[in-house]
């Protein structure tokens, strides 16, 4: 199945074969999506999921409407700005197997959206990864969960965003 990073390199890859000049960066991301799933919702939830990990990645707020802001910033950006940081988003994608402690990173269903400060990881068992970590301002209690080694994470930074108040 395809990943978030894939649906980014494939929306900057489209960019540059079709030499798109005036574009809504969401309808390249959503045709991308439809390539890799051509199913109507897993596509959608793909390509959302990507908008989303683009959207984070130029660090637009967490609950913010990704399309309205990713219109608004293609718009005003020049084409190879745009596919660079598709590019760049999509290397900041990681997934579950690859993460360390010590690293700050985005996931959808941890902290309510907020980034984590990853404290310690550990293999469990097959496709299976525990994770424990805590909020990346350290201010509530470390929780652990144990994950499917290619669940998907944003890369943020190697450490500690803001540390203890």
């Not at 637009?60 to 590019?87: C, F, H, M």
């Amino acid at each position: 199945m395809a990943t978030t990073a894939d649906v980014l390199r494939r929306a900057a890859d489209l960019i540059e074969k079709y030499e798109l000049d005036q574009f809504d960066v969401v309808h390249v991301i959503r045709q991308a999506a439809a390539e890799h799933t051509p199913f109507g919702l897993v596509a959608y939830k793909l390509a959302d999921a990507a908008a989303r990990a683009l959207a984070q990645h130029l660090r637009y707020g967490v609950d913010s409407n990704p399309a309205r802001e990713l219109k608004r910033w293609s718009q005003i950006r020049t084409t190879s700005e745009i596919v660079a940081e598709l590019r760049s988003a999509a290397d900041a994608a990681v997934v579950a197997a690859d993460i360390r402690a010590r690293q700050v990173v985005l996931a959808p269903e941890w902290n309510d959206g907020q980034p984590v400060r990853i404290t310690q990881v550990h293999r469990v068992h097959g496709d299976r990864v525990a994770v424990r970590y805590q909020d990346a301002r350290c201010r509530k209690p470390a929780r652990a969960e144990v994950v499917a080694v290619g669940m998907e994470l944003t890369l943020i930074s190697g450490g500690c965003i803001g540390g203890a108040r």
